[in-house]
């Protein structure tokens, strides 16, 4: 079956620290990979998405690119905020699945804590 | 809608009663999820609509648990005989690109079982 495994939380950091969230999968296939955000009291946001091995997905200072041959896909930026304290979820949707049968597989989520 | 609407946003209920829970998607989106996301924990399926009908509902917990869609418009999810366990938000999402693409979220429903 569909898994996603990322790090355990909470990730405590300082401000203009470099971040990595990692987040490794299994899936049969290709699946395309996602990093969702979600900020308190908000829901799910698409961050960045990658449908491809080898693409790199970017969205507000945040990167990561899909490698195939590690089944990985983690979460970098160069340097956080306060703002960017939220949870952040690795997501997987498997290819030729027919239609999205199943969702996206999430994994359990990050919690990311900036402090100033 | 610019996005994806809930209802409730919270919902506080007692054991044993029936609650029903409300997504409205962004318009013309097909297809439709319904995910559950407990205290601290991940999201787990529940339900995917492709149109009106539900292709794959082996995500719902229970047969407590139901959901219908309208067309391609409202979807509702129902939750008969609730248990404290129920306890969580239920997540909406809508999307228009199918396999390849990512979910528009709704903000959730927080349902509390006392």
């Known amino acids: 079956g569909n898994s996603v495994t990322q790090m355990e939380g909470p990730v405590t950091l300082s401000e203009e620290a470099f971040l990595t969230i990692n987040c490794t999968y299994t899936?049969?296939?290709?699946?395309?990979l996602f990093w969702y955000v979600q900020y308190p009291g908000e829901g799910l946001q698409l961050l960045l998405k990658?449908?491809?091995?080898?693409d790199k997905g970017s969205n507000k200072g945040f990167e990561a690119t899909y490698r195939k041959e590690t089944t990985s896909f983690h979460l970098e930026k160069g340097s956080v905020q306060v703002s960017d304290s939220a949870v952040y979820f690795c997501?997987?949707?498997?290819?030729?699945?027919?239609?999205?049968?199943?969702?996206?597989?999430f994994g359990k989520g990050t919690h990311l804590i900036i402090q100033p | 809608g610019a996005g994806v609407s809930q209802s409730p946003s919270n919902k506080v209920t007692e054991k044993g009663k029936d609650v029903e829970l409300r997504c409205d998607p962004i318009?013309?989106?097909?297809?439709l999820y319904w995910y559950r996301q407990r205290l601290g924990q991940g999201l787990e399926f529940l339900i995917y609509?492709?149109?009106?009908?539900?292709?794959?509902k082996s995500g719902l917990p229970s047969d407590r648990f139901s959901a219908e869609r309208t067309g391609e418009s409202v979807s509702t999810l129902t939750i008969q005989r609730t248990q404290q366990e129920d306890s969580a938000v239920y997540l909406c999402?809508?999307?228009?690109?199918?396999?390849?693409?990512?979910?528009?979220f709704g903000s959730g429903t927080r349902l509390t079982v006392v």
């Open positions: 609509f492709q149109g009106n009908s539900a292709p794959d």
């Open positions: 999402a809508s999307s228009l690109e199918g396999t390849t693409g990512g979910y528009t």
């Open positions: 318009s013309g989106h097909t297809a």
């Open positions: 997501a997987l949707n498997p290819m030729g699945s027919g239609g999205g049968a199943d969702g996206l597989t």
């Open positions: 899936a049969t296939g290709y699946p395309s």
């Open positions: 990658a449908t491809k091995a080898d």
